[in-house]
């Protein structure tokens, strides 16, 4: 079992930054493709698949609607990976989870959900 832990959400106003976290412990001793997705609180949103990582970090994945703004990164010394978000618009409002792929899934496999753990969330809020 693997567990995840986001931190690092806030009300922040509209042109702000936060850097989100994702903490994995638990069995890392594999590597683990590492996806954020955000779940806004309105009725008949669906959840959004934000970015990803591979598990050796030499590939990143960044849906366009954070393009240019949002960047993930890992330190796998430390286990955990970031969410960095500039230019955070109120739309960017919601829970922020971040979510586990086993190294053995393949890459597109990580893009279209292909994870096996998720973690709880946090809250990100942005003011206008």
């Known amino acids: 079992q693997v567990q995840l832990v986001e931190s690092g959400g806030g009300l922040v106003q509209a042109g702000g930054s936060l850097k989100l976290s994702c903490a994995a412990s638990g069995r890392t001793s594999t590597p683990y493709s590492i996806g954020w997705f955000r779940q806004a609180q309105a009725p008949g949103k669906e959840r959004e698949f934000v970015a990803a990582i591979k598990w050796n970090g030499d590939t990143t994945y960044h849906a366009n609607s954070v393009k240019g703004r949002f960047t993930i990164s890992r330190d796998n010394a430390k286990k955990t990976v970031y969410l960095q978000m500039n230019s955070l618009k109120p739309n960017d409002t919601a829970v922020y989870l971040c979510?586990?792929?086993?190294?053995?899934?393949?890459?597109?496999?990580?893009?279209?959900?292909?994870?096996?753990?998720w973690g709880q969330g946090t809250q990100v809020t942005v003011s206008s």
């Open positions: 979510a586990a792929a086993p190294n053995t899934v393949p890459w597109g496999v990580v893009l279209d959900g292909g994870y096996t753990y």
